[in-house]
């Protein structure tokens, strides 16, 4: 038997600007700190990224040490990526971002290795992938409502909202477009009583979903809110992995998998699974990242009911391309692994 090389990870922290300034309900930026990760093994190469997020105690710092940590456990094969991402999990259980950028790059390695595009690694059909919303993070009304008329090549919009003048914005998106709203509250309301009243006038407004009214930790408050409304209450903060899923069952209509908040593709897709099993419904979303993240997620796309998978769109200089959004609709490459157009 011949000795295998160790798996090498490179990677790199970059800054990426928003288009405009990026506001939702816990906050205000500008910037974005994430992580390209590459791997490296047997003549091929795997792209991931981590997109840190404060929500979950992360950050850039955070990400670089823990690659820094995991670069010794990923041992001598990239097809073994369910036990080195269990491994990983193990050793550094609060890293979601930076797992999850080793899983798209082992992903992205497994692809290209085997010449397929990741779709078919998951028995996803490309011609099923669902319409994406387009996000508006909040903004004076008129800023909200360029955003919404330049939002012309989509036929989903998601608005944050959650900092008090949630009526004002949305009859100001209605003033401009007809196209169905996903709401995100990103925790930002506290009394439940004042949701089930907003929400029942958002049920007039073309609003389908709403998303984290309430502090995660609020179950009780979200059980009176689904009680009395009819639009889906859908879990993000609330529900960050696998084991969280079951517990929210009873609680929420159905949950938001982000690759970022799993560790990767591979929990992504356990999570998928599950939320089905309990009957939830599965929004696919992601944070602000590149098109090297984005395009991860949307591999997994054809397998649930909402996507919200336009974090590259926020971006200025998107250094790579990926998933294209065509009437709307994502179009995902047919290229092996993630199938990105860029290097680095
Ligand atoms: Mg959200």
Known sequence: MTRRSPIRLHRKAIELTLRHPWTIARGTSAVRHNVLTRIEHGGFEGYGEAAPNARYAEDAGTVLKALDDMAPLLGDDPARHEAIIDRLAAALPDSGAARASVDIALYDWIGRQSGLPLYRLFGADPSRAPLTSMSIGIDTIAAMQERAREA??????????????????????RGVTDVPVYVDVNEGWTDPRAAVEMIRWMESMGVVLVEQPLPAADLDGVRYIRDRVDLPIIADEAVRTLADIAPMASVYDGINVKLQKSGGLRMARLMIDRARALGMKI??????????????????????????????????????????????????????????????
């Open 283 to 344: 929004l696919l979303g992601c944070m602000v990242e590149t098109s090297i993240g984005v395009t991860a997620a949307a591999h997994l796309s054809p397998l649930v009911d909402f996507a919200d998978l336009d974090g590259n769109l926020l971006i200025d200089g998107d250094p790579f391309r990926g998933v294209l959004i065509r009437g709307g609709r994502l179009v995902l490459p047919d290229l092996p692994g993630l199938g990105i157009d860029g290097r680095w």
């Open 152 to 173: 012309v090549d989509f036929k989903i919009l998601k608005i944050k909202l959650g900092l008090g003048n949630d009526r004002e914005i949305l009859e100001g998106i």
